[in-house]
């Protein structure tokens, strides 16, 4: 186990209602910021990471999960996209 890499955590939160819920990690009983969804790089532009947690009934489903960015001026979403046939445990795309 490498500490030097980034570790996504978990939460599954059953049985409430009604469906407001707010959430908060902590560290130490301090809490933690919000991770900021986009970041702005050295040279102007920016960065952003997206996680979707297929469920076990999709991952039954199979075929093709892509992720499509669309922008404001691009005439066609890019999109990168895999087989959950093939794909590796990591669920990286
Ligand atoms: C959290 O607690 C651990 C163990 O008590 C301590 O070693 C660590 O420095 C603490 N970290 C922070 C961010 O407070």
Same mark, same amino acid.
């Given at each position: ?13 059953? +049985? ?5 819920? +707010?959430?908060?990690?902590? =560290? ?10 986009? #970041? ?5 532009? $920016? +960065?952003?990471?997206? $996680? $979707?947690?297929?469920?076990?009934? =999709?991952?039954? =489903?199979?075929?093709?999960? #892509? ?13 990168? +996209?895999? $087989?959950? #046939? #093939? ?7």
């Amino acid at each position: 186990m490498s500490l030097l890499i980034p570790l996504t955590l978990c939460c599954d939160v059953d +049985s409430f209602y009604p469906e407001d819920l +707010s959430v908060s990690w902590l =560290q130490n009983s301090t809490v933690l910021p919000e991770p900021p969804v986009t #970041e702005q790089s050295p040279g102007g532009t $920016y +960065s952003t990471r997206r $996680y $979707y947690t297929l469920s076990p009934r =999709q991952r039954e =489903q199979g075929g093709k999960v #892509e992720c499509a960015v669309r922008q404001p001026g691009l005439k066609h979403p890019v999109s990168s +996209s895999t $087989y959950l #046939e #093939e794909l590796v445990p990591t669920g990286k795309i």
